[in-house]
């Protein structure tokens, strides 16, 4: 088994899920309030001890069936290669890698670019996402969350960032991000204005995507959008 790594940076729900993850992996390890996203996962991987190590966010709730064992039905395990796997939007009822728990190879994630706008695809030029769901991704737990959610997914899809993704496919995501027919589900509404203002913010700022990994910024512009 590989190390499986729990990062948190201060989220509501981070402790309560740690411990879930614990209950039935009593191995897992975390990465707690280390700043910015590369930085956290450089910790990570400094963390394992294994070729490949597992990353579980914050605000993942896992699912029962997800046992932290590489399928190779999918795949055959290449330790160049990160793979990640689907998760459940409980706004949007999307389902894909977003959220989702992924496996990394640690060398490549010592290496990798600091500056780079999506972390996960830039990680190694291997880059392979599996049909398995492994967890609902909630971070619909309050206003910030949920609209800081919105808008950086949302920035990344309509600036067409993604590695080999496919436009049809990030078209779709992105309309459904931004669907107000969602706007009922718990914090909806915030999460929609979040993926409205991040795709807007990437059609005028493509030279600047990289402030959405910057959550003093990302708290700077939420502030603005609650004073109207």
């Known amino acids: 088994m590989f190390d499986i790594i729990f990062i948190s940076n201060g989220e509501e729900n981070a402790d309560q899920n740690y411990s879930n993850l614990l209950d039935r992996f009593p191995i897992a390890k975390r990465v707690d309030r280390v700043v910015g996203i590369h930085n956290a996962h450089k910790k990570a991987a400094t963390l394992s001890l294994t070729k490949m190590f597992w990353v579980v966010d914050a605000d993942a709730d896992i699912v029962p069936s997800f046992d932290f064992t590489f399928n190779s039905a999918y795949k055959e395990l290449d330790f160049d290669t990160v793979y990640t796997y689907r998760s459940i939007n409980p706004v949007n009822d999307l389902i894909y890698g977003y959220g989702g728990i992924k496996l990394l190879p640690k060398k490549k994630v010592l290496d990798m670019d600091m500056n780079s706008v999506d972390m996960t695809t830039s990680i190694s030029n291997k880059f392979v996402p599996l049909p398995e769901i492994s967890n609902t991704t909630r971070f619909n737990i309050d206003e910030f969350s949920a609209w800081k959610s919105g808008f950086r997914e949302c920035a990344k899809l309509a600036s067409k960032v993604i590695e080999k993704q496919n436009d049809k496919e990030t078209e779709l ?26 795709r807007n913010y990437a059609f005028n700022n ?3 995507l990289s402030k959405i990994n910057d959550f003093g910024w990302l708290y700077e512009q939420f502030s603005k959008y609650t004073l109207g």
């Open 173 to 198: 995501r992105l309309n459904v991000w931004c669907s107000d027919k969602f706007k009922d589900r718990k914090f909806g509404k915030q999460t929609i204005d979040g993926a409205k203002a991040g």
């Open 206 to 208: 493509s030279d600047s």
